[in-house]
């Protein structure tokens, strides 16, 4: 059974192509991604994806940070596998999204060319919650034509007086005994060795190198505590309430299906200090959807399938996506 990838492809926007970018992705979402030019149901293991812009901006600092085209997908195991068919079978709605991008090759480029150019773009995430780690397209697609079955078997049949765990048992015969349902039997293989070799590493050394460094961290911490509440201090709080002529356009490119797949960029401080606390929150944020949070709930909400943090401009911003 694969794993799953969250992919973050990131691009600058052409400046003067972000106005019909912005309208174009409008007209995009109402469609949905789903059917062309992306048919994004054709691509295999492809659980959610979206696609959204970046307005150009500047950070804390006062420097500018160009329009950029953000692409996040949550697809099972492997990436060249998904990069090659994000080209191959959704490519006419790559080719017109990043052809508004600087340094696109563009659909008359060679299929290599096209993936190295995707490929180029990716940015890491720094934490990647998956609410069950190992349960793949197929095996969900299996599993509600299994509820499907057994609810259709139930309707048909006279329970009264049977014990739940008679009726357990009649549905497990009538399960075994179909031949398009008798895979539920047995369990689900696991993602491959080599990932699940990579995650008890990563679950033993975390731990293991923080113990290591407790000498040193508990000293130094209650003084990192008082100098960080300091710089804090200084802040200048951002308290602009949003117009309604705002949010009347950000509710315009919203609510065309059942689910919303949610994202938000923010500012991270500038300054040694800001910048160390964070990157060593993001690290025991990682461990802790890696390690702690990776079955079925993430802090007690069971309703997320993913969730992601991504630092962009050089931990400048930050943006977290959630399905």
Known sequence: MPHQLGVTVRAPVAAARVAELRDWLAEIGRKGLAEGPFDFTRLR???FAKLYLLDETADLDGRPIPATLVLMTEVDAPLHGHLAE???????????????????????????ARIACLRRHMIPASAFYINTVGRGLEQIRQEARLRDALEGHLDKG????????????????????SASLAWAMNPPPPPSLWFRAGETVHMVAVPLVLTLLLPVLLPVLPFWAVLLRLDERHDQPFTEQPTLRHLEEVASYEDFGTQNPFAVAGFVRPGGLRQLTFRAVMFLTDYGVRQLFNHDSLAGIKTIHFARWVPLDGWRRMTFASN
């Open 45 to 47: 293991g492809l659980h």
């Open 86 to 112: 994000l080209v191959d079978l959704a490519g006419e709605g790559i080719d017109q999204a990043f052809g508004h991008c600087t340094g696109y090759p563009g659909p008359g480029a060679s299929r290599r």
């Open 158 to 177: 006279d329970w009264a007086g049977r014990s739940a765990t008679e009726i357990r048992r009649e549905l497990c015969t009538y399960v075994a005994g």
